[in-house]
């Protein structure tokens, strides 16, 4: 395209028909080619039919595994004996196949299938009635559902979501709510420079869509869906049951149920990792998947190059055409590169080194791609190709005739400019991105999660070399000792390491749990440097979702996290949180406070609002009554009011209908038009507003204090019940006690020896035991205690000295 109109030009139209017309297939395409001719295409194409896979001469070791695959052998009678599997889809064989989840899905559901064929055949209707055809039909229903979910459990590449949700959905009802995270969008930990080439392809006014979570039916006398069909054909429930028979065909079908809807569970649970959602799937299921789409990147290469070959662009010529001067690269080598890497680099990388290899050199090789064939060549064919053109052009372009330079100075040649070769230069680069795409998804670690970021600044003679420095440290999960933090500045996604600031050279360490760094003061970011300026000369402490924080892994060279950091979710405190009382900032939160990770807080019952006229302004307003919504309606038609008097349409109409209407200027003129066009009336009436607005929090905050009074005074009301009891119960063991001293009195007393007994007077005391307190005795009876007990002991000295006296004795003979 060209913006010399004076350049001689031709309508896209006509271009196509200036060129020879492709009657000959691409290389990579089988043909039907004679006896003299090149047969190589045929056997390809054969091999690939048989096998499922693509031909590569340099590359046996796949060929022997694609092979393997494809047949199956066995020892039958001491000779072996080959099965053919055919296989639907050209696949690499190699690299990947059912693993994974995908593989325990299959495993499970194979061992249910056989189960459930098993239980079906048996089945035997209970239902007088019953027609045979009709029970013989979902039988055959039932059976097939089922053998198409095992068979997609085991198809490489990952189970087709779609088809087994309805599946599942003929079967049980199975009906995927809109509960899950987002899919479509690349992940914040993925390359930055990848952000901004994968963006065209959200179409205009799309948003990301949603993956659904799904939630399995487990009854089997509610199941609908084909198993409820078949539990009614067959009349399986409880009102068809006599004896015990008939109850074993019922307990058949509840297993029969509960297989399918375990199998369902599982699904449920592993839904999602089979979408493309970012940091969900399985290893194998995704390298299949990358190996179908280097496959038919590599066809259509092929196919790209056919076409140029068609529109009089030899591959002499690709080799002198310059897509970037600054670099030298020509078109051959974009084309080169390309084939290179989808047939050989890209299978041996990932073949040969595993997920490692993916992380560290096919992805960054793939971004790099699609990149260049992005920048210096698709926008040089189709300028228009920005994200808006992305789901159909909307750019003014479109019905605009596409004119082709002539010439001896164009700087691409003229058939380049052709709608065929537009076509299969989108097509490429559509799917060099979704292999980008495919690719980033893999991660070799687990995600990184940021804690929190602690700043701490150097003493001040630092400052005596004119820097000044503080120092960073970042706590976190799944960190490594390559991980380097840094800042953004900017307040976006980095779309590349220059715009990011990096600690001084040397100065980062990290091991699994934090990471540290020397950081000049000046660089960090505005909101960063004021909070330390606030703090004096100490410290900071704050979370990491709080700062433009970003994670580079500095052996690799790229960005593994930032900005939007992955944070420690729902953390609430420890202990049970009021409502009433919570803090509202993190400068309330008293020190060494310990929170609970990923708990969410318990739901609060909703205040019940017995004035309707404290709720906001709605329909039904019309009928309050108490007219406390007014205020706002005049407040919300005396703007409406000023925007109309403002219109300039509607004042020039005015004028209009003035001059032949002297009425309509007086009543323009006067003091009431005024008054609703003055300020003064706008903010008396926003005055009312705010002090209504005043008056319902009023009403508000005096509603809670009664409430939480009335709370209080049951919780005395409570108490004192409670202390009640204890007194009664206290009084209770009082008189149990007495009536045992009682009993323990002996019969018949003398009078002398009788002890008055007289209890102290109580003292009510709900929480405390009650004891009892016994008048002392008379001093006749103290003095004789106290001479037995005198008695008694010089009895016990005297015999005591006797004992000693003896042993003595005994030894001293």
């Known amino acids: 395209m060209t913006n010399d109109k004076l350049q001689p030009g031709l309508p896209v139209v006509e271009v196509d028909q200036a060129f020879p017309l492709m009657t000959t297939d691409s290389v990579a395409r089988p043909t039907t080619g004679s006896g003299t001719g090149d047969q190589s295409p045929v056997v390809s194409a054969a091999i690939r039919d048989v096998l499922g896979?693509?031909?590569?001469?340099?590359?046996?070791?796949a060929f022997t595994a694609a092979l393997t695959a494809s047949f199956e052998l066995s020892t039958f009678e001491d000779h072996v004996v080959t099965k053919y599997v055919p296989r639907g889809v050209a696949v690499q064989a190699d690299l990947g196949g059912v693993t994974g989840g995908q593989a325990s899905l299959y495993l499970r559901a194979k061992a249910a299938h056989e189960q459930i064929t098993r239980m079906l055949d048996s089945l035997q209707p209970l239902r007088t009635d019953a027609d045979p055809q009709d029970c013989e039909a979902y039988r055959t229903l039932v059976r097939d559902s089922v053998r198409r979910i095992v068979t997609e459990f085991g198809r490489e590449g990952g189970p087709r979501v779609p088809l087994v949700d309805s599946a599942f959905g003929v079967l049980t009802g199975f009906n995927p709510t809109t509960t899950g995270g987002s899919v479509g969008s690349p992940p914040a930990s993925g390359f930055s420079r990848f952000v901004a080439a994968i963006r065209p392809r959200?179409?205009?006014?799309?948003?990301?869509t949603t993956v659904p979570a799904a939630v399995a039916e487990i009854d089997p006398d509610s199941v609908p869906g084909q198993l409820g069909a078949l539990r009614?054909?067959?009349g399986l429930d409880d009102d068809h049951v006599n004896t015990v028979d008939e109850e074993k065909q019922r307990t058949s079908f509840w297993t029969l149920v509960e297989l399918v809807t375990d199998l369902q569970r599982s699904w449920a649970l592993r839904r999602t990792d089979f979408t493309l959602g970012a940091g969900s799937g399985f290893l194998g299921t995704d390298l299949v998947q990358i190996s179908r789409l280097l496959a038919a990147a590599s066809e259509q290469v092929d196919e790209f190059e056919a076409v140029l070959d068609s529109v009089l662009v030899s591959g002499a010529e690709r080799q002198t055409v310059i897509l970037d001067r600054g670099t030298g690269l020509t078109l051959d080598d974009?084309?080169?590169?390309?084939?290179?890497?989808?047939?050989?680099?890209?299978?041996?990388?990932?073949r040969d080194t595993g997920r490692d290899g993916l992380v560290s050199t096919f992805t960054p090789t793939a971004i790099d791609l699609l990149v260049t064939l992005r920048d210096k060549l698709v926008r040089r064919l189709i300028p228009c190709g920005s994200s808006g053109c992305a789901g159909g052009c909307h750019c003014g372009s479109r019905g605009k005739v596409t004119c082709i330079p002539l010439g001896c100075c164009t700087p691409l040649p003229p058939g380049m400019y052709s709608g065929r070769v537009k076509i299969a230069v989108s097509t490429l680069c559509g799917l060099i991105e979704r292999l980008t795409a495919k690719a980033i998804r893999i991660g070799r670690f687990s995600g990184v999660v940021l804690l929190d970021l602690a700043v701490m600044p150097f003493e001040d003679d630092t400052q005596a070399l004119g820097q000044d420095f503080v120092?960073?440290?970042?706590?976190?999960?799944h960190l490594r000792p390559t991980y380097v933090p840094a800042f953004v500045t900017g307040g976006e996604q980095p779309f590349d390491l220059s715009t990011l600031v990096l600690p001084l050279q040397g100065s980062a360490s990290g091991d699994d749990d934090h990471l540290s760094g020397i950081f000049q003061r000046g660089a960090l970011p505005d909101s960063l440097q004021q909070l330390l300026t606030d703090a004096g000369g100490r410290g900071i402490l704050l979370a990491a979702s709080e700062v433009p924080l970003a994670i580079v892994d500095g052996e690799l060279g790229r960005l593994v996290q930032g900005p939007s950091v992955t944070t420690w979710p729902r953390l609430r405190p420890a202990y049970d949180v009021d409502p009433d009382g919570a803090p509202d900032a993190?400068?309330?939160?008293?020190?060494?406070?310990?929170?609970?990770?990923?708990?969410p807080v318990d739901p609060l019952e909703p205040e019940p609002a017995d004035d309707d006229c404290l709720d906001d302004c709605d329909d039904d307003c019309e009928d309050c009554g108490c007219g406390c919504h007014g205020f706002q309606v005049a407040h919300s038609a005396l703007a409406r009011f000023r925007a109309i008097l403002a219109d300039k349409d509607v004042q020039e109409r005015a004028r209009k209908l003035a001059d032949d209407w002297p009425e309509l200027r007086e009543l323009a003129d006067s003091r009431f038009v005024k008054t609703l066009r003055s300020d003064e009336l706008q903010d008396l009436l926003t005055a009312v507003d705010v002090a209504n607005a005043r008056r319902t929090e009023d009403e508000v905050v005096e509603e809670r204090a009664e409430r939480a009074e009335a709370k209080v005074e049951r919780r005395i009301e409570d108490l004192e019940i409670r202390a009640e009891v204890a007194l009664q119960a206290a009084l209770r063991a009082r008189k149990e006690l007495e009536r045992a001293k009682e009993l323990a009195k002996p019969r018949e007393p003398e009078p002398d020896q009788e002890a008055e007994v007289e209890a102290v007077p109580q003292e009510p005391a709900p929480f405390l035991a009650v004891a009892n307190q016994l008048k002392a005795t008379s001093p006749a009876k103290r003095t004789a205690k106290k001479t037995a007990a005198r008695k008694t002991a010089a009895k016990t000295v005297a015999k005591t000295v006797a004992k000693k006296t003896a042993g003595s004795r005994g030894r001293r003979s």
Request: proline share 12%.
């Open 53 to 61: 896979w693509r031909p590569r001469v340099q590359d046996p070791k």
């Open 202 to 208: 959200t179409s205009v006014g799309s948003g990301p």
């Open 232 to 234: 009614d054909r067959f």
């Open 334 to 350: 974009l084309t080169q590169w390309l084939r290179v890497f989808v047939t050989e680099d890209g299978p041996n990388i990932i």
């Open 471 to 477: 120092r960073v440290e970042v706590r976190g999960l």
């Open 586 to 599: 993190w400068s309330e939160i008293p020190p060494n406070q310990r929170f609970v990770p990923q708990s």
